[in-house]
């Protein structure tokens, strides 16, 4: 079976920009959620969509936006890139939208560096 | 709010020993515990869980218990490898009204020398 995947790996953009981030979660996995990773701040929640719903919300500014498709494939979105967006961007699928001990499998990551 | 506090690294052992990384937690509601393990360049693996109080969680020769009484779930190993060098964080996730979201601790660096 084949693992989360993300697109692209490697992003470089500069300040202003907008991007967009890319998840295909494992097959039949219908909860994705996705995990901003830096030096500085670690591991940190951005939100996470079951059903093409958003169910949980981080504590991010509006800039950063998600969605997620029929297909559960997930994208996310940050509009005019500050400098302090440079992070690994993680995304993670699990089996079932219930909490607790749910299993999350993570992607690779893709790595965004601002300029 | 959530949170999880885990000892700073990094954390150098010969190869062959003991391993503990300590790991405190504080939650809004009843959490399930886990540790996760990251090699360099990759995403993040589940390396074992607990769902509740007194439940030990083990895979590859790693273990924590879940102790309710100290908020904690530290990892153990008893013989280190250099194949375990990674980075190892500890996080929480809700049983109710969290959905899936990990509240990780700030990661723990190994580093095993021969």
């Known amino acids: 079976k084949a693992g989360v995947t993300q697109t692209p790996r490697y992003l470089i953009k500069t300040r202003g920009q907008q991007v967009t981030l890319s998840c295909s979660p494992i097959s039949g996995h219908r909860s994705v959620s996705w995990y901003q990773q830096t030096p500085g701040q670690g591991l940190q929640f951005l939100f996470e969509?079951?059903?093409?719903?958003?169910?949980n919300k981080g504590n991010f500014p509006g800039r950063f936006s998600g969605r997620q498709f029929s297909n559960s494939r997930s994208e996310m979105n940050v509009s005019t890139l500050e400098l302090g967006d440079s992070a690994l961007y993680l995304c993670?699928?699990?089996?079932?939208?219930?909490?607790?001990?749910?299993?999350?499998?993570f992607g690779p990551g893709t790595r965004l560096t601002v300029l | 709010g959530d949170s999880v506090t885990q000892m700073e690294g990094p954390v150098t052992l010969s190869e062959e020993a003991f391993l503990t990384i300590n790991c405190t937690y504080t939650?809004?509601?009843?959490?399930?515990l886990f540790w996760y393990v990251q090699y360099p360049g990759e995403g993040l693996q589940l390396l074992l869980k607990?769902?509740?109080?007194?439940d030990k969680g083990s895979n590859k020769g790693f273990e924590a218990t879940y102790r309710k009484e100290t908020t904690s779930f530290h990892l153990e190993k008893g013989s280190v490898q250099v194949s375990d060098s990674a980075v190892y964080f500890c996080a929480l996730s809700l049983l109710t009204g969290g959905g899936n979201k990990l509240t990780f601790g700030t990661g723990t660096q190994l580093k095993v020398e021969l």
């Open positions: 607990a769902t509740k109080a007194d």
């Open positions: 993670a699928s699990s089996l079932s939208p219930a909490g607790g001990g749910n299993e999350q499998f």
């Open positions: 969509y079951f059903s093409e719903t958003q169910r």
């Open positions: 939650a809004t509601g009843y959490p399930s």
